[in-house]
DNA sequence: TCGCCAAATGATACATTGTATCAGTTGAAC
DNA sequence: GTTCAACTGATACAATGTATCATTTGGCGA
């Protein structure tokens, strides 16, 4: 497992949280102290991180932090639309794209541990088809795409 | 959860047994004891089953099987492609046809537990061309419909 | 501003799911 | 029959997720 680089500077994440917090008031969720600093947390690593790995983080800064209340604030802002959770790899993510609509497609490196997100016309119809044609009425996708990046398959062709 | 009723006579699972068994070796699988023994519980059951489930089926035919050699089993059975693991469910089920080439979509019936395992061409097509596009070569596709299946859904008006 | 009430938290304990390790056993092939 | 890799049994433990209940917090109306 590579490490992808921290995905923005310190003031656009500021300005990213600020975005997301204001996304969770509007969809109905208070944004309190524990689900900031959760929010803060994924958004500085800027990769997925199970449950316990954030936990790990958040200890240093609020010592009474517990399994039980990072799992309710992850509830609550998967509920929000702004946190994805990755079933195959048990793991939680910051939504790509929260102001759109939701379920995508969550592409995952194996070598780096990158997550693409994505929300693929020709996935959404051929999901939505499927189920129709077997009688289904579907309330959740999960399509987790797992394979290695480009950058990862040919690293130093590049420069 | 209600329950599926068992898919097949006594006769036809020793049937599918066998067929199974034959898969398993013929992809260069031992298929001892224990693994036979999870591949009855499976077939016998005919839905979904979480790997603690399936110990405790284990349990009373033979007293010394633990955890870990449920997993062992669990593995060696999905390398040669007869089970499958839900990763939304965290369970592991038979596949519905172990003939065919793999890597398919599952529907799951969150009311009755049904799981509905299929091949769908556009679902290839779509997931295949998606990762093509990001540049992922990809190595493994899991898509997992939840929903109501139409049993489920109008469940009185049939008769 | 105050007090109310629902929502959220803290604390603890526990349930479920999955692995590591290593000594002993088995079984296919020679 | 011997041998060696594969499999198993046993034990311990790691990782992930929940239940419960007393307490605190925060939004809101009086």
Request: net charge positive; proline share 3%; glycine share 8%.
């Given at each position: 497992?590579?490490?992808?680089?921290?995905?923005?500077?310190?003031?656009?994440?500021?300005?990213?949280?600020?975005?997301?917090?204001?996304?969770?008031?509007?969809?109905?969720?208070?944004?309190?102290?524990?689900?900031?600093?959760?929010?803060r947390q994924l958004l500085a690593e800027g990769r997925a991180l199970s449950a316990y790995e954030l936990l790990a983080r958040l200890r240093p800064e609020d010592g009474r932090s517990t399994p039980a209340g990072v799992y309710r604030a992850l509830e609550c802002l998967m509920q929000a639309g702004v946190v994805?959770?990755?079933?195959?790899?048990?793991s939680f993510i910051l939504c790509g794209h929260p102001e759109a609509p939701h379920g995508g497609q969550l592409l995952i490196c194996r070598t780096c541990g990158q997550v693409v997100e994505?929300?693929?016309?020709?996935?959404?119809?051929?999901?939505?088809?499927?189920?129709?044609?077997?009688?289904?009425?579907?309330?959740?996708?999960?399509v987790e795409l797992t394979g290695v990046c480009e950058r990862c398959r040919v690293p130093q062709t590049a420069h």
């Open positions: 497992m590579g490490k992808p680089r921290k995905p923005q500077d310190c003031g656009s994440q500021q300005r990213a949280l600020e975005r997301l917090e204001a996304l969770c008031r509007a969809r109905g969720q208070r944004l309190t102290r524990q689900r900031r600093a959760v929010l994805h959770r990755l079933e195959s790899t048990r994505t929300e693929d016309e020709r996935v959404e119809a051929a999901t939505g088809r499927l189920g129709q044609r077997l009688g289904f009425s579907l309330d959740q996708r999960f």
